[in-house]
């Protein structure tokens, strides 16, 4: 059973950083791309960034220059770094990656259960 868990989430004020942690465990084989999305209240939910396992990265136009994606592939984790954050990133952000469970099967698409950012004015 793949699971991915997300952390380091919370209240951050305006202009402030905070990074995110996605940890992918059980049976892994391989993972594909990673990536991260958020949606908040009353809005559907959106790409905020992905990155592939050689590390080629695609950013919303919202967080160009503020968001930065990264992954460990030693560790199977993803990490977002976001930086000048604004009251509009507020949101529920997930982890998302493509994952190969073991040799003998397809890849399969996971999703973590979200951690809240919320950044005050």
């Known amino acids: 059973q793949v699971q991915l868990v997300e952390s380091g989430g919370g209240l951050v004020q305006a202009g402030g950083s905070l990074r995110l942690s996605c940890a992918a465990s059980?049976?892994?084989?391989?993972?594909?791309?990673m990536g991260w999305y958020r949606q908040a209240p009353g809005k559907q939910r959106e790409l905020v960034a992905t990155?592939?396992?050689?590390?080629?990265?695609n950013d919303a136009d919202s967080v160009k220059g503020r968001f930065t994606i990264s992954r460990d592939n030693a560790k199977n984790t993803v990490y977002l770094q976001m930086n000048s954050l604004k009251p509009e990133d507020t949101a529920v952000y997930y982890c998302?990656?493509?994952?190969?469970?073991?040799?003998?099967?397809?890849?399969?698409?996971?999703w973590g259960q979200g951690t809240q950012v919320t950044v005050s004015s």
């Open positions: 990155i592939t396992s050689g590390g080629s990265t």
């Open positions: 998302n990656a493509d994952i190969q469970p073991t040799r003998y099967q397809y890849r399969y698409n996971y």
């Open positions: 059980g049976s892994i084989f391989s993972i594909n791309a």
